[in-house]
């Protein structure tokens, strides 16, 4: 039995277009990524080290920052968002390292702001909850600053980016 050349390549082109032409909404948002930043409040200074930020949108308040964050994306294992008191607040639970972090920022900023930032495709400032006891378990809960449709994608970008960084592409 002969197969024609034409016809070989035939039953591939339709074979790839299958492949490439499956793809979902699910499999478009599975790509999108977030950050996750905390800078903690420090007392303004001249050197240049710190930045004022304005938290929240429809009454901003002023937290100075350090410019560097002392937890970022790097050192989160997982995020959800979960109902709490009078609506939602997202829970990140930190890898080995974040947890260690946060409890040493926890314990030695006592009363200070960890400033939360994110890009989700929008960049905001999220949250600036006081630190008021120390956090050893390494989870973080917080009420942010966005409606429940963002808070899914921050979440769900967040995760994947952690995906990301665990297959060493981040």
Same mark, same amino acid.
């Given at each position: 039995?002969?197969?024609?050349?034409?016809?070989? =390549?035939?039953?591939?082109?339709?074979?790839?277009?299958?492949?490439?032409?499956?793809?979902?909404?699910?499999?478009?948002?599975?790509?999108?990524?977030?950050?996750?930043?905390?800078h903690i409040e420090v007392n303004p200074d001249s050197t240049g080290h710190s930045t004022i930020v304005n938290i929240g949108r429809s009454e901003p308040f002023p937290v100075n920052t350090e410019n560097q964050?002392?937890?970022?994306?790097?050192?989160?294992?997982?995020?959800?968002?979960?109902?709490?008191?009078?609506?939602?607040?997202?829970?990140?639970?930190? =890898?080995?390292?974040?947890?260690?972090?946060? $409890?040493?920022?926890?314990?030695?900023?006592?009363?200070? %702001?960890?400033?939360?930032?994110? =890009?989700?495709?929008?960049? %905001?400032?999220?949250?600036?909850?006081?630190?008021?006891?120390?956090?050893?378990?390494?989870?973080?809960?917080?009420?942010?600053?966005?409606?429940? $449709?963002?808070?899914?994608?921050?979440?769900?970008?967040? =995760?994947?980016?952690?995906?990301?960084?665990?297959?060493?592409?981040?």
């Amino acid at each position: 039995m002969k197969i024609g050349f034409w016809a070989f =390549n035939t039953y591939l082109l339709l074979l790839a277009g299958l492949v490439v032409g499956c793809h979902t909404p699910e499999q478009k948002k599975k790509k999108e990524l977030s950050t996750f930043r905390m800078h903690i409040e420090v007392n303004p200074d001249s050197t240049g080290h710190s930045t004022i930020v304005n938290i929240g949108r429809s009454e901003p308040f002023p937290v100075n920052t350090e410019n560097q964050p002392f937890i970022t994306e790097n050192q989160v294992e997982s995020a959800a968002v979960i109902d709490g008191l009078g609506g939602f607040q997202i829970m990140v639970q930190m =890898n080995k390292q974040g947890k260690w972090l946060l $409890e040493q920022y926890t314990l030695a900023s006592r009363d200070k %702001r960890a400033a939360i930032f994110s =890009n989700f495709g929008d960049t %905001r400032w999220l949250a600036a909850p006081k630190f008021t006891r120390k956090i050893s378990d390494g989870v973080l809960v917080f009420t942010p600053d966005c409606t429940r $449709e963002e808070a899914e994608r921050i979440v769900h970008g967040l =995760n994947n980016m952690v995906h990301e960084i665990e297959k060493g592409n981040r």
